[in-house]
């Protein structure tokens, strides 16, 4: 954008239009303000960093005072003249906001950030005298609901999960499992199995476990399961490697299989003491990536030679790499961490959003936590990741910053995520769905899956 821009877009001219449309037009003291954010292009293409709204109280002969503030990170997205662009938002009224009336009024104000211009729009806000029960709660830590609701449990490492196949995906629900299309149609159900679940790097076969300490292969076309197979311990992971041998891991051994599941041997002492494992994936050869949070660290083992690498990390999760094994995302509680693939630190970043799901008057300190997967895109740019409200987020790979956050109206809850390509996603959700999604957020499907 030029200087003669900058100075039309000072003067107001060629600016996109900005409004603000808002759930409600009245608020109690600490209730809070629920809206969507737009802009409107108008002469030419421009781009949107991020949306400032601010809840501005106005006394007069005094002026104004913002006693709210938010920003919706937006990506510097393109908005053509004529395309309408939204952001969905959420700010809390202090408890001790003076009731609108006499001198003091209130408005919304809604700032689209566009180099060179400073385009604003607003909408009044009434604030009665009455106190929100909401005034109580911590909504800067958590997604707070007005009343109880109950959600599908699933356990600390995350049991809901997607796992990519050639020609499809799975849908893992811990004791139900199933296959889609590329196209999100429904292929097969296998009732009982479920803990967890692979594809064969040929999509002929999906191995899968149960919670009897079993596995069990299925045919990726039919559904039709072979004869189980007794294991030593549960299995919590299955990684097919490049010569077709497979590894089961429990949380303290690792089970080398033939490609038809026998026994071959078992790694259990990886000579570093203690150990955890919390996650495996397969890695290059016959090298498969560990993470071990009693440890401290994710390592690299070779099914022959023992640990060939490390990587030093406080009590690191799950392993989530990118198509080509070119970077590994490792969650901790709080933090991502980006491996490349010889286990070398590539990034830091904190988990954006909130730590859970309260509502109004739960037991303090109580809150239901989603477990976030970090899921980067093929093309390593982007990461999707669910915070601890099971909100999704795009965020810069490299930084961790938020390029946006997707509408809970689109997609909520999420509990895992999977990319078909730099554009194209499919995010299993709490409620039992599946859905595909486009990186601006336009459903492509959406299904019931369990």
């Known amino acids: 954008m030029g200087l003669f821009d900058s100075i039309r877009g000072a003067m107001g001219q060629g600016q996109p239009t900005v409004r603000v449309h808002l759930e409600t037009l009245e608020l ?26 601010q809840v501005v109280q106005v006394t007069q002969n005094v002026g104004k005072n913002a006693v709210a503030k938010g920003r919706v990170s937006m990506g510097g997205v393109q908005v053509q003249p004529g395309q309408s662009v939204t952001a969905p938002f959420e700010l809390q009224l202090p408890l001790g906001s003076a009731p609108t009336g006499g001198l003091t009024s209130y408005e919304v104000v809604v700032s689209a950030d566009v180099p060179g211009m ?33 959600f599908r449990h699933s356990s600390v490492r995350g049991d809901f999960r997607l796992s990519l196949m050639p020609d499809g995906f799975l849908g893992i629900w811990k004791t139900r499992l199933t296959c889609r299309n590329a196209d999100g149609g429904l292929r097969w159900t296998l009732d009982g199995w479920g803990r967890t679940a692979s594809a064969s790097p040929d999509g002929s076969r999906v191995a899968t476990s149960d919670r009897n300490k079993r596995l069990c292969f299925v045919d990726a076309a ?17 990684a097919f490697l490049e010569d077709g041998t497979i590894v089961a891991a429990g949380s303290e051994a690792l089970f080398v299989l033939d490609a038809q599941g026998q026994l071959q ?7 570093y003491g203690a150990r955890f494992f919390s996650s495996m994936i397969a890695g290059p050869g016959r090298v498969v990536f560990v993470s071990d949070a009693n440890a401290n660290k994710v390592v690299a083992v070779d099914l022959d030679r023992g640990v060939v690498g490390s990587a030093e990390i406080r009590s690191p999760g799950a392993l989530h790499p990118n198509h080509d094994r070119s970077l590994i995302a490792v969650d901790t509680s709080s933090a991502v961490h980006v491996l490349d693939g010889q286990l070398q630190p590539k990034a830091q970043w904190k988990i954006p959003g909130k730590e859970g799901v309260r509502y109004v008057g739960q037991e303090p300190h109580s809150y239901t936590h989603w477990k976030s997967h970090p899921r980067i895109a093929p093309g390593r740019t982007n990461t999707l990741i669910n915070d601890g409200t099971g909100l999704l987020w795009l965020v810069d790979t490299p930084s961790g ?49 369990a």
Not at 28 to 53: H, N, Q, S, W, Y
Not at 124 to 147: A, G
Not at 426 to 436: E, H, L, P, S
Request: no cysteine; charged share 30%.
């Open 401 to 449: 910053r938020p390029h946006r956050s997707f509408d809970r109206a689109v997609v909520d809850y999420v509990e895992d995520t999977m990319w078909w390509d730099d554009q194209h996603f499919v995010a299993i959700t709490n409620d039992g769905k599946v859905r595909g999604l486009r990186v601006d957020g336009t459903v492509v499907f959406e299904d019931q899956d």
């Open 118 to 150: 400073d385009p604003k729009g607003s909408a009044p806000l009434t604030v009665t005298d009455e106190v929100d029960p909401m005034s109580r709660e911590d909504t800067t830590r958590y997604h707070v609901l007005p009343e109880q609701r109950s």
């Open 28 to 53: 109690p003291r600490g209730g809070l303000v629920k809206g969507t954010a737009e802009v409107v292009g108008t002469e030419r293409a421009v781009p949107l960093t991020a949306f400032d709204i």
């Open 222 to 238: 039919t559904g039709e399961p072979g004869q189980p197979i007794d294991m030593p311990s549960w299995v919590d992971d299955i």
């Open 265 to 271: 041997n078992t790694l259990e002492d990886l000579g």
